[in-house]
């Protein structure tokens, strides 16, 4: 009996188990994210004109929002940009968020939000990057403008009053 003992010890020293490398990989990831914040602040800021309000999560995320104001004044908009684990790697979601919607023909509040003014961008980036990619900067400065100015442009275009969008605040 004592032998049985003796392989069982035996067999878990053979299993090969040693320190796990998850705890490296998230004290990576987590500096990986912490270095990104100014990056994403500058961004956001770049495209708002304002700087962003930060929240930190668990370590493993963070969440920043800037406030988005829209050319005709009419209701409030905000870029969010969350930086978060995503399984080995970090991911940066930014969206807009806004209470726009299709006015009624008489001008009140419909329940069809305006998607014109919606926008949303993801990018994936490897453990111990601390930049942006600069084609991804360049399309969310101009994918949010665009976003942002929807409405008014549509309109432009379509210059007959049976064509104009209106909008409201929800």
Same mark, same amino acid.
């Given at each position: 009996?004592?032998? @049985?003992?003796?392989?069982?010890?035996?067999?878990?020293?053979?299993?090969?188990?040693?320190? *796990?490398?998850?705890?490296?990989?998230?004290?990576?990831?987590?500096?990986?994210?912490? @270095?990104?914040?100014?990056?994403?602040?500058?961004?956001?800021?770049?495209?708002?004109?304002?700087?962003?309000?930060?929240?930190?999560?668990?370590?493993?995320?963070?969440?920043?929002?800037?406030?988005?104001?829209?050319?005709?004044? &009419?209701?409030?908009?905000?870029?969010?940009?969350?930086?978060?684990?995503?399984?080995?790697?970090?991911?940066?979601?930014?969206? &807009?968020?806004?209470?726009?919607? =299709?006015?009624?023909?008489?001008?009140?509040?419909?329940?069809?939000?305006?998607?014109?003014?919606?926008?949303?961008?993801?990018?994936?980036?490897?453990?111990?990057?601390?930049?942006?990619?600069?084609? =991804?900067?360049?399309?969310?400065?101009?994918?949010? *403008?665009?976003?942002?100015?929807?409405?008014?442009?549509?309109?432009?275009?379509?210059?007959?009053?049976?064509?104009?969008?209106?909008?409201?605040?929800?």
């Amino acid at each position: 009996m004592g032998g @049985s003992g003796n392989n069982l010890q035996l067999e878990s020293d053979m299993t090969g188990c040693t320190e *796990s490398k998850i705890p490296v990989l998230s004290r990576d990831l987590e500096e990986t994210i912490e @270095s990104l914040v100014p990056a994403v602040e500058d961004l956001l800021q770049r495209i708002t004109g304002a700087a962003p309000e930060t929240t930190e999560g668990d370590r493993t995320e963070i969440v920043m929002e800037a406030p988005l104001r829209f050319p005709d004044g &009419v209701g409030h908009g905000q870029v969010l940009a969350s930086i978060f684990r995503w399984r080995d790697t970090i991911r940066l979601d930014i969206a &807009v968020e806004h209470n726009r919607v =299709f006015a009624t023909p008489r001008g009140g509040t419909s329940d069809r939000r305006c998607f014109l003014n919606d926008y949303q961008a993801s990018v994936t980036l490897e453990i111990g990057k601390d930049e942006l990619p600069e084609g =991804f900067r360049r399309e969310v400065i101009s994918g949010i *403008s665009a976003a942002r100015d929807a409405v008014q442009r549509y309109n432009r275009r379509n210059n007959a009053p049976w064509n104009q969008v209106l909008v409201t605040a929800k």
